[in-house]
């Protein structure tokens, strides 16, 4: 059995009620952890008690993405759970060491740079360079017979069509709405051009997140819906979507 539960789906800050991007992907008795924002490790503990996950991936270094790695790394480092396989851009570890230096993050996380393509638990993974302000990593996903990609966050590029192809999940960032901003270069999408790569992918199904704090949610499913005939869904905290 695999499923992905949605821990947080706002970009840049959360919104009252709800937290920055992270998710939860099970196979079985694996668990692993795709990003891991502000406000997102309460929502994990209570899935996961005493942060008793099996990996992480982390996309890139913004907090909103990688902040509640540091409570997630407390919870294991006092409760001697371990160090915990954890594949991240460099950057991350910077971050990481700023935020709480001691213990050092390499007492708590076992690093594993990206890219990479290598094997995390049960799935096969592999990744993508997207255009960010960082170093950000797509990731995708597979096992025999289901892939899920994952953005992190990006704006257009030709790789996403390669990440998310033929993809059974492809989970994409839509920070904006409307019509697509003119200025150049573009390190984050609207909800139309998430649809749209999605659609170029030949994705299965589309799950928006990384929606700006404020939005109106179903405008942004209103517009991808125009561009992408698959099934959409609003990543929305404590959703779980059977894979």
């Known amino acids: 059995m695999t499923r992905l539960t949605v821990l947080g789906s706002c970009g840049a800050w959360p919104e009252p009620g709800r937290a920055c991007s992270g998710f939860l992907l099970r196979h079985n008795d694996f668990q692993l952890v795709l990003d891991l924002g502000y406000g997102t490790a309460s929502r994990l503990l209570e899935l996961c008690p005493d942060g008793g996950v099996d990996a992480a991936i982390v996309t890139h270094s913004h907090p909103d993405h990688c902040a509640d790695l540091s409570a997630l790394g407390r919870v294991r480092y006092y409760g001697d759970r371990g160090r915990l396989p954890l594949h991240c851009p460099p950057d991350v570890l910077d971050v990481l060491r700023v935020v709480e230096p001691n213990p050092d993050p390499g007492q708590v996380y076992e ?17 993508w ?17 289901l892939t899920v990609a994952y953005t992190g966050d990006s704006g257009p590029s030709p790789a996403l069509a390669e990440l998310g192809a033929d993809a059974d999940l492809f989970i994409v960032e839509s920070t904006l709405q409307g019509p697509s901003p003119r200025t150049e270069p573009r390190y984050v999408m609207t909800a139309t051009e998430a649809a749209g790569w999605a659609a170029r992918a030949g994705a299965k199904r589309l799950l928006l997140t990384h929606f700006w704090p404020g939005s109106d949610r179903q405008v942004s499913a209103h517009q991808a819906a125009e561009v992408f005939d698959g099934e959409i869904l609003l990543a929305d905290e404590g959703l779980t979507v059977e894979l």
């Open 129 to 145: 360079r997207l255009p960010h302000h960082v170093p950000n990593w797509g990731v995708r996903l597979s096992l025999p017979g």
């Open 111 to 127: 690093f594993h740079d990206l890219p990479t393509t290598t094997s995390v638990g049960p799935f096969t993974l592999r990744t």
